[in-house]
């Protein structure tokens, strides 16, 4: 569960830079979305691996 709790702060510590942006049309704004869209997917790939491995290996993490 600690693997969702990084996706779900991740997320989280995004809200305020989505607000700017698309409230308020701030660029920089929107380059901090992105880039944090860039590391969400890129924590949602690593999970999906280990969720994989797991299941291939003993069933539990």
Do not use: C, H, P, W
């Not at 991740?10 to 607000?19: Q, T």
């Not at 869209?37 to 949602?44: C, E, F, N």
């Amino acid at each position: 569960m600690a693997r969702f709790d990084e996706v779900k702060n991740l997320v989280m510590s995004l809200e305020g830079d989505f607000e700017k942006f698309y409230e308020k049309n701030n660029q920089a704004a929107g380059t901090r979305v992105r880039k944090g869209m860039q590391d969400l997917k890129t924590l949602a790939q690593n999970i999906r691996s280990e969720v994989q491995n797991a299941k291939n290996t003993d069933g539990a993490a």
